[in-house]
């Protein structure tokens, strides 16, 4: 990581920044560098003990004084270490709001608009950098692609970065002069505190459907985690949300009014009473023509301005209502939202268009729940005349409960369902495979079942014809597949361009 090259950590006091912490041997420490893994420890440096999900980092203090650690933050004494100790009640939340303050709270200069929900993340987030650029607004973003402070780019490794990594890319955008940041945030990131000791101007909700309950164990503890985005929403910010989405506006309207206090509701949606509403003009697989309506900020009229987005399906025009929400609560200009959304004509695995001139359409697709493979194809059917092919799998140890749901999805919206191997990491492919086709003929559609991804991928070129679709989907812009433990070099994109040429559809079109 570059980044912390552009600045320089302030001295921050814990008595000052934790009043309420208690200290062994010591009345404050004075801390310039701090880490929460041992192996990074070095002289003059404080150690968090946070706990994992796995290790607990208080047994690593020994090996963090052995790197030459000279204080620890800690969630209760360590009688065998002879260091200054800050012990306080929640480690995690602490390191992370110590990595701010490390950083110098880059987030108090930057206007920081944070984006949690099952889908949508990463198109919002897109979107919004687009629209700020558009606006001559110096702008980044951390997200499930990259990472980018305005200046330098990188891959993505996390869809939210850890505490030290977040604090020092949004330090790095306060150095470079970038004024606003778009920050996807997890369900996990948000139920580990990564981003504690961040303020967000503004915090999006997008929507909430079934994922991650390997992690969280059920929906009510996913939505709870997914609602910690409003902790972190400045006292005078705002909170953008989705009312087409029952458990979106189900969570909003319950929040207790403490935690809304003073800030600004502001919804979005297509189907429901919202603040900010789209009425579409025209849809096909080159995208959408809708108006935004929204009322402005004095009540006196109702705006109705046009905007054309290249992104397919109205799950995307919601996601530009979210964005246009969120531009607007900001105070940027009609023109400028407008050419923003226009001028983001792709985002890399969003049903990402993949053409070399043959007869029919293919989309790569990062939709690995029920409901996102449900819009992307029901997306596509609304747009393609001819059939939609769709191969899609599941991941292996994470949420099996999804697997026949995923299975019935995709027979409710394609004609013709390849199931495939998606990342099955360390399960048999097989049996994820089964419990997906199980879903499939549940459904009502003969599942075909090719193990290999990239034999699905070309058994689905070799299916379609003139005017169909296919649709890609799972793993997006993924570059990688894991099997047994091995990442694979393995990209949906480039599959199906080498399939492609290798048809020569260019001497078949018309055939």
Not at 61 to 89: F, I, M, R
Not at 202 to 224: E, I, R
Not at 290 to 315: I, N, P, Q, Y
Not at 499 to 508: C, F, I, Q, V, Y
């Amino acid at each position: 990581m570059r980044t912390r090259g552009l600045w320089q950590p302030v001295t921050v006091s814990l008595r000052r920044l934790f009043p309420s912490a208690s200290f062994v041997g010591c009345g404050d420490i004075r801390v310039r560098e701090a880490t929460d893994v041992s192996g990074s420890c070095g002289p003059g440096s404080l150690f968090a003990a946070v706990r994992g999900t796995r290790h607990d980092g208080v047994d690593y203090v020994n090996a963090a004084l052995e790197q030459g650690a000279e204080a620890l933050l800690v969630p209760h004494p360590v009688s065998t270490a002879a260091v200054p100790q800050c012990v306080v009640h929640d480690v995690r939340m602490a390191y992370a709001r110590l990595c701010q303050a490390l950083a110098g709270n880059p987030s108090h200069r930057l206007k920081v608009a944070g984006i949690t929900g099952t889908d949508g993340k990463t198109t919002v987030a897109w979107l919004l950098r687009s629209i700020w650029q558009a606006a001559g607004q110096s702008s980044g973003l951390l997200g499930t692609i990259e990472y980018d402070d305005g200046g330098h780019t990188q891959q993505a490794h996390l869809t939210t970065p850890g505490p030290a990594a977040m604090a020092s890319w949004l330090a790095a955008m306060v150095a470079r002069g970038t004024t606003h940041a778009a920050l996807e945030l997890s369900s996990h990131a948000l139920d580990q505190d990564r981003a504690a000791g961040v303020a967000l101007e503004v915090a999006v909700l997008t929507n909430l459907t079934q994922d991650h309950f390997d992690y969280h164990g059920d929906l009510a503890s996913y939505a709870a985690a997914k609602s910690q985005i409003v902790d972190l929403c400045s006292p005078t910010g705002a909170i953008v949300f989705n009312a087409d989405d029952p458990h979106i506006h189900k969570m909003v309207r319950s929040l207790d009014s403490g935690r809304v206090a003073g800030r600004r509701c502001v919804s979005f949606g297509i189907d429901a009473d919202a603040d900010f509403t789209a009425r579409i003009v025209d849809e096909s697989v080159a995208g959408t023509r809708f108006c935004l309506e929204w009322t402005a900020a004095d009540g006196a009229a109702v705006k109705s301005v046009e905007m054309a987005t290249g992104l397919v399906g109205r799950h995307n025009v919601m996601n530009c209502l979210a964005a246009a929400a969120v531009a607007v609560v900001q105070g940027v200009s009609e023109s400028a939202i407008a050419s923003g959304i226009g001028a983001l004509t792709w985002v890399p695995g969003r049903l990402e268009s993949v053409q070399c001139g043959q007869p029919f359409d293919v989309f790569v697709d990062f939709a690995h729940t029920e409901a996102a493979l449900r819009r992307c194809l029901g997306a596509l059917r609304r747009v393609v005349p001819g059939r939609v092919i769709c191969v899609f799998g599941a991941g292996g140890d994470r949420d099996r409960t999804k697997r026949p749901l995923l299975g019935e999805a995709a027979a409710e919206g394609a004609d013709i369902c390849i199931v495939t191997s998606d990342n099955p990491r360390s399960e048999d492919p097989r049996r994820i495979l089964a419990a997906i086709a199980d879903g499939v003929a549940k459904g009502g559609v003969k599942p075909v079942v090719v193990e290999d991804r990239q034999e699905a991928i070309v058994e689905a070129i070799g299916l379609a014809r003139e005017g169909d679709a296919i649709l890609v989907a799972g793993k997006g812009h993924e570059t990688y597949q894991e099997i047994g433990g091995r990442r694979l070099r393995f990209d949906d994109r480039e599959v199906v361009r080498e399939t492609l040429h290798g048809a020569a559809w260019s001497d078949r079109v018309g055939a």
